[in-house]
Structures are given as structure tokens and as C-alpha cells.
């Protein structure tokens, strides 16, 4: 996600490397053609998504919003395989052979949550 400011730059940018230099107008008509027909990623059409967010507007594309609900359903998909996970014994072996105090180093067992089991 960027700013819209920001993608102005780069069509101001992109335009400037062509040698077109139309000036502002050229830049509204980048970004109109950019909103209307959206772009190719990786050979994929990609429309821009524009929404607003901490006052300024944004914008974002299809393909990255497809990789992120991907990546979001692996990663709650993992999240829910206990498959590798230690038994309650093996994590208290590791703890115990780590060598930390958790009693009087207190910090050590800062998000405890990620230790259901031991104690």
C-alpha cells in the first residue's frame, strides 16, 4: 500500500524517464488510465483498490490483496496444525536444560501465553 501521492511520483517519474514532460495534466492522465485499465503484475491484470486511511488516500492492488487473504488463510491453517508441536514434557525438558530462572527473571516468561502447559 501507498500513498496516492506516491504513485503520482512514480508516474511523474515514469514519465520524465520516456522523455514526456506535459507536466501536471500528464500525471492526471497516468493515473486515470492506472484507475481505468489497472496493470499487469507477473502477467496478471491488477486493478487499483483507493481508500482512504490515517487521512490520506491510499492505494493498494488486486494481486496484493489476493496474496495477503492467501497468506492469511496459511497462516491461520498453521496455526491450527498441532502436528509439530511439543508435548507439555518436551517443552519443560527444554526450559529446564535452557538454563534460564523464570522465578527470579521474571522477563524470561514474558508472553507465557506462548507456553500453555508448562508450570
Not at 500500500?1 to 514519465?15: E, H, S, V
Not at 495534466?25 to 488510465?33: A, E, F, K, S
Not at 490520506?56 to 488486486?62: A, E, F, I, R, S
Amino acid at each position: 500500500m501507498l500513498t496516492q501521492d506516491k504513485l503520482r511520483t512514480f508516474a511523474a517519474r515514469g514519465l520524465i524517464g520516456v522523455g514526456i514532460a506535459g507536466g501536471p495534466g500528464d500525471v492526471d492522465r497516468v493515473m486515470d488510465l492506472l484507475e481505468h485499465r489497472g496493470l499487469q503484475i507477473r502477467g496478471e491484470h491488477a486493478a487499483l483498490i483507493f481508500g482512504m486511511l490515517d487521512d490520506k488516500m491510499k492505494v493498494t492492488n488486486t494481486a496484493q490483496v489476493r496474496i495477503e487473504e492467501t497468506l492469511a488463510a496459511k497462516a491461520a491453517a498453521a496455526a491450527q496444525d498441532r502436528s509439530g508441536a511439543l508435548s507439555p514434557a518436551a517443552l519443560r525438558a527444554a526450559i529446564d536444560a535452557s538454563g534460564l530462572d523464570f522465578t527470579r527473571e521474571p522477563e524470561h516468561s514474558e508472553g507465557g501465553d506462548l507456553c500453555p502447559g508448562y508450570g
